[in-house]
Nanobody, 124 residues
Framework: QLQLVESGGGLVQPGGSLRLSCAAS????????IGWFRQAPGKEREGVSC????????ITIDSVKGRFTISRDNAKNTVYLQMNSLKPEDTAVYYC?????????????????WGQGTQVTVSS
């Protein structure tokens, strides 16, 4: 059974850092581009960043560019989201998802399979 499991969320003060992990079971993560999404209370889910299956190409939204970095280790079947300089507006449930790939090997923010999410709260 194909499954994605996020971990690493928690409570952090403004300016702090967290690293989220997205681990795959039941399939090889290296076969898929992976995206990170988030949903804040009362808001729609939005794509944050995605990474191609090889790790060579990424997309990151402007609001987190320079603060969040997506990476992957296919040998460990895991994708990461390093989040630095966190702000209260980054508070949300963060989800990883296998996403659609377009030619030539570029990730998108179009999800195929979702994880269950992990809560990130930025507050003093």
């Amino acid at each position: 059974q194909l499954q994605l499991v996020e971990s690493g969320g928690g409570l952090v003060q403004p300016g702090g850092s967290l690293r989220l992990s997205c681990a795959a079971s039941g399939f090889s993560l290296g076969d898929y581009a992976i995206g990170w999404f988030r949903q804040a209370p009362g808001k729609e889910r939005e794509g944050v960043s995605c990474i191609s299956s090889s790790g060579g190409r990424t997309i990151t939204i402007d609001s987190v560019k320079g603060r969040f970095t997506i990476s992957r280790d296919n040998a460990k079947n895991t994708v990461y989201l390093q989040m630095n300089s966190l702000k209260p507006e980054d508070t949300a449930v963060y989800y990883c998802a296998a996403v659609v790939t377009t030619f030539p090997a570029m990730c998108t923010m179009r999800p195929l399979y979702w994880g269950q999410g992990t809560q990130v709260t930025v507050s003093s």
